[in-house]
């Protein structure tokens, strides 16, 4: 009797046991379900939102549904673009991804709704002769189905973990419904080569100047003999660069909206800036490295603040910047159907700007983590100092690419950055591997072992470079499509 009973409780509990394996794995396949059922809510409030503003107008139903896919697409630069901010300084383990996603949700919205442009250009780029548009109807729908396909693109690519550039997302689908709606003839052929251009030049100098700096780092504070006291010198000087170059870049990109400040003010307002905070940092500096060990794990507590402080920075520097030139087709098509003619330049409502500005916190909170983690851990390894060196990076090339006239991509030059930071990394271990075999024979560690230590991951490597390659292209073939199938559908 007492086996009985014992063979009972037995299966009693494998069957509990087997019930909570299954409410387990119900709970992680609906957990992206919430995701998405918050993304999709988002999405019909920005519809009810333009519903509300417009009313019964002429035309509202075609503003609602440009209001939901405008939604749509803020939602995905927050899931792709905002990555490229924070991914280093999570990658360090300056920020955690918590932390990350507040900072960069507050600093977004915030360098969105105070600095965002007040005008965007309609014809993103200046890429399609507006001219060449036969009449508002077709206007509108070409900058629908650009506003369509550039958010398909970029949902896309963060599906498959690549981290592509929003604008040229957008350039792209401007181009490709333009095509369609006017011809080859339309396009100017001139921007667009220089757009090809910055898929070259914008991960390039953002590699280099990142491996510039990090190269810099271990000659003067990490391969000396007195580490802290060299930190204690140079950490408040870099740091004063870093803020100097930040208050260039925000008075120059970002603060457009506030105030209109040309290069040579600006330079000096990041001169001013740079030795006061070189100043103020110095002792702080001095306190935090007391009774640390001369070791280079101690450098990365002294380079961790700068680097939250850098990652913040960009992100309300990006969300200045980018957010118009993504909400912009919405923009457009909201003024066409308020006005009945469309122009280049149009100014974006207020609730066009928070409809950008949210979708890109909800797109970051719910799905963002993908790419924080691809970017921060996954390209290469990086630490306080390379992560340092990253974000320091994408502030001056976009900086220096302005004053040259350069068109760059931000995202295009933090993630190269990245890879710049690695493979010097890699430069330089092979250069100290090929000294020591010269120095010791014995020790001399064979080809086919060094190849394996890579250490920049090749095939994230090609994944990212071929999504920036097919960007513009994918995006103008798929905006083709969509004008084709809305003109076709509403004439």
Known sequence: MQQSDDYKWKTLDRDLGRISQVE??????????????????????AALGAMLVFGSEPGSLVVVAAAAFGAYMAINIGANDVANNMGPAVGAKALTMGGAIVIAALCESAGALLAGGDVVSTISKGIIDPAAMADTQTFIWAMMAALVSSALWVNLATWVGAPVSTTHSVVGGVMGAGIAAAGFAAVNWVSMGQIALSWIVSPVLGGLVAAGFLAFIKWRVIYVPDKIEAARFWVPVLTGVMMGVFAVYLSVKGLKKIISIDLPFALLIGVIVGIVVFAASTPLVRRQSEGLENRNRSLKVLFGLPLVISAGLLSFAHGANDVANAVGPLAAIVHAEGVGAFAGEVQI????????????????????PKLIKMVGSQITKLNPMRAYCVALSAAITVIVASWLGLPVSSTHIAVGGVFGVGFFREWHAERRV??????????????EERRRRKLVRRSHFM??????????????????????ALTGLFG
């Open 24 to 45: 387990y794995a119900t709970q992680y396949v609906a957990r992206p379900m919430v995701g998405l059922g918050i993304a999709l809510a988002f999405i019909v409030l």
């Open 349 to 368: 409502p207020l609730w066009v700007m928070i409809i950008g500005a949210c979708g890109i916190s909800f797109g970051l909170v719910l799905f963002g």
């Open 434 to 447: 090929r000294q020591l075999s010269k120095n010791r024979p014995e020790r001399m560690i064979a080809k």
């Open 463 to 484: 994944t990212i470079v071929a999504a920036w390659v097919f960007t513009v292209p994918a995006a103008a073939v798929l905006s083709g499509v969509i004008f084709l």
